[in-house]
C-alpha cells in the first residue's frame, strides 16, 4: 500500500498518489453500481475504502480516515442485506424513508456531527474537526441508509459533497474535490432513479 502512496501521476500538471487516483476511481464506479442495485456495489466499495484510507491518514484527516473503517463495517453489512432482499424484476427493493426515519436521521446527523467534531478537536486528529465531522457522520448515515434501501439516502450525499468539496480542496486533495462535485451531479441521478424504483415496487423492510 506504501508504493501507491508513494508513486503519483501527473493529472493536468497536478501529481497525484495512485491510491487517491484509484480509490477515488473505485468510489466513482460505486455510483454507477449502485443507481443499478448491483451487489457488486459493495465489494468496489470495499477496495476504495482500503485505499482511501492510507490516503486520508497521510494527509492528516482523521474524521476521513475513521470514516473509511465504519463504511467499510457497513459495505459489509450492505453486502449481505442486498443479498437478502433482491427483486426478481427490480433488483434490490427500494422504499421513501418514513417521516420519522426522516426526523431521526437529522437527529442523528447533527448530534454526531457535535459531538465527533468535539472528539477529533480534542485528539488533534483533524485540522478542520467540524467539517471533517460532518462528512463522516453523513457518510456513515448514507451508507447505512443506502444498505436499508432508503431513497434519501442520495440526498444526505448531496449534504456531504457539498460540505467536502471544499475541505479536499482546502486539504490539497484537489483530484479528490473534482470527484466529490462529479458525485453531486451523478447522486442527483441516482436518487431519480431509486425515486422511480420506489414508486413500481412494494416496499422493503432489512
Same mark, same amino acid.
Given at each position: 500500500?506504501?508504493?501507491?502512496?508513494?508513486?503519483?501521476? #501527473?493529472?493536468?500538471?497536478? *501529481?497525484?498518489?495512485?491510491?487517491?487516483?484509484?480509490?477515488?476511481?473505485?468510489?466513482?464506479?460505486?455510483?454507477?453500481?449502485?443507481?443499478?442495485?448491483?451487489?457488486?456495489?459493495?465489494?468496489?466499495?470495499?477496495?476504495?475504502?482500503?485505499?482511501?484510507?492510507?490516503?486520508?491518514?497521510?494527509?492528516?484527516?482523521?474524521?476521513?480516515?475513521?470514516?473509511?473503517?465504519?463504511?467499510?463495517?457497513?459495505?459489509?453489512?450492505?453486502?449481505?442485506?442486498?443479498?437478502?432482499?433482491? /427483486?426478481?424484476?427490480?433488483?434490490?427493493?427500494?422504499? *421513501?424513508?418514513?417521516?420519522?426515519?426522516?426526523?431521526?436521521?437529522?437527529?442523528?446527523? %447533527?448530534?454526531?456531527?457535535?459531538?465527533?467534531?468535539?472528539?477529533?478537536?480534542?485528539? /488533534?486528529? #483533524?485540522?478542520?474537526?467540524?467539517? /471533517?465531522?460532518?462528512?463522516?457522520?453523513?457518510?456513515?448515515?448514507?451508507?447505512?441508509?443506502?444498505?436499508?434501501?432508503?431513497?434519501?439516502?442520495?440526498?444526505?450525499?448531496?449534504?456531504?459533497?457539498?460540505?467536502?468539496?471544499?475541505?479536499?480542496?482546502?486539504?490539497?486533495?484537489?483530484?479528490?474535490?473534482?470527484?466529490?462535485?462529479?458525485?453531486?451531479?451523478?447522486?442527483?441521478?441516482?436518487?431519480?432513479?431509486?425515486? *422511480?424504483?420506489?414508486?413500481?415496487? %412494494?416496499?422493503?423492510?432489512?
Amino acid at each position: 500500500m506504501g508504493v501507491l502512496l508513494e508513486t503519483s501521476v #501527473s493529472v493536468f500538471g497536478q *501529481r497525484i498518489a495512485l491510491a487517491e487516483l484509484f480509490g477515488q476511481a473505485f468510489a466513482l464506479a460505486v455510483v454507477f453500481l449502485a443507481r443499478r442495485r448491483t451487489l457488486w456495489t459493495w465489494p468496489v466499495q470495499l477496495a476504495s475504502v482500503v485505499l482511501l484510507f492510507t490516503v486520508y491518514v497521510s494527509a492528516h484527516l482523521g474524521g476521513l480516515a475513521v470514516r473509511q473503517v465504519v463504511v467499510g463495517v457497513i459495505a459489509v453489512y450492505g453486502w449481505w442485506a442486498w443479498a437478502r432482499h433482491r /427483486d426478481p424484476v427490480f433488483g434490490v427493493a427500494v422504499r *421513501r424513508a418514513r417521516p420519522a426515519e426522516l426526523v431521526a436521521t437529522a437527529a442523528v446527523f %447533527v448530534a454526531g456531527t457535535a459531538g465527533f467534531a468535539l472528539l477529533l478537536d480534542a485528539l /488533534d486528529a #483533524s485540522w478542520a474537526p467540524w467539517p /471533517d465531522a460532518a462528512i463522516f457522520v453523513g457518510t456513515v448515515l448514507a451508507f447505512a441508509m443506502q444498505a436499508w434501501g432508503l431513497v434519501e439516502f442520495w440526498l444526505v450525499w448531496l449534504v456531504v459533497d457539498a460540505i467536502g468539496i471544499p475541505l479536499q480542496l482546502h486539504g490539497g486533495l484537489w483530484f479528490s474535490a473534482v470527484v466529490y462535485t462529479v458525485f453531486a451531479a451523478l447522486v442527483v441521478h441516482g436518487w431519480i432513479s431509486w425515486y *422511480r424504483s420506489a414508486r413500481r415496487q %412494494v416496499p422493503a423492510t432489512v
